[in-house]
């Protein structure tokens, strides 16, 4: 079965503090994978993705073929860290169409 | 223009009610979505237009009917809901559904079926 998981529903960590969110897949294939972000109050956003190979606020996710992993990283947690992050690959659903299929999510919490 | 903008932000319905949801983009995007997220869980899809042709239905009820009148909008018409409906319905947005196209968010509907 095809599905992605991220093992934790919470994640707390001091400000400073280095922060690793985990996400594993099963998928037939090589699915293109994201990461989307939802802060308090705000609608969902892309934080970063796969295919761009980029750092977006400090952030780092490496594509881990071989454990089928990517896990988002960031060396040191500042306070507007604190959101909800979900790992996201894209499943061909035939008709020339990809969706986004969300993992459960983690939130993750940064203690001053 | 770089936003989705949904209408309205909270609606409150009964069981017999008609009513719609409205998402609008200015993007020249031709690929839309619809997504309903139940609280804390994450955003499950519900429907894809593609060059205003519908291209994925995931088995919704079909008291859930979508309409893509143009490139820029997509409506979500209900009718008949069940109070289990009650959820935060999202509305994104893509040049294509092609998969390593990001997808632009609405802020959401926050529907509540009495």
């Known amino acids: 079965a095809q599905r992605v998981t991220q093992p934790e529903k919470l994640l707390s960590v001091f400000k400073g503090a280095p922060v690793e969110l985990k996400c594993n897949y099963s998928?037939?294939?090589?699915?293109?994978l994201f990461w989307y972000v939802q802060y308090s109050r705000q609608r969902l956003q892309l934080l970063l993705r796969h295919i761009s190979r980029e750092s977006i606020k400090g952030f780092t996710a490496d594509l881990n073929k071989g454990e089928t992993s990517f896990h988002l990283k960031k060396p040191f947690a500042q306070e507007e860290d604190s959101a909800m992050y979900y790992c996201?690959?894209?499943?061909?659903?035939?008709?020339?169409?990809?969706?986004?299929?969300f993992g459960k999510g983690t939130k993750l919490s940064v203690i001053p | 223009d770089t936003e989705v903008t949904q209408t309205p932000k909270h609606l409150v319905m009964g069981m017999t009610n008609k009513k719609s949801l409205k998402c609008e983009q200015h993007m020249g995007h031709r690929a839309m979505y619809w997504y309903k997220q139940k609280a804390k869980k994450p955003p499950e899809l519900m429907f894809v237009y593609s060059y205003e042709k519908l291209s994925i239905n995931e088995s919704v009820p079909s008291r859930f009917s979508p309409e893509c009148p143009n490139s820029s909008l997509l409506n979500l018409h209900l009718h008949a809901l069940q109070p289990e409906d009650s959820a935060l319905y999202l509305c994104?947005?893509?040049?294509?559904?092609?998969?390593?196209?990001?997808?632009?968010f609405g802020p959401g509907t926050r529907l509540t079926v009495l």
């Open positions: 998928y037939s294939g090589s699915p293109e």
């Open positions: 994104a947005s893509s040049p294509s559904s092609a998969n390593y196209n990001e997808q632009f």
């Open positions: 996201a690959p894209t499943l061909y659903s035939g008709a020339g169409s990809y969706q986004l299929t």
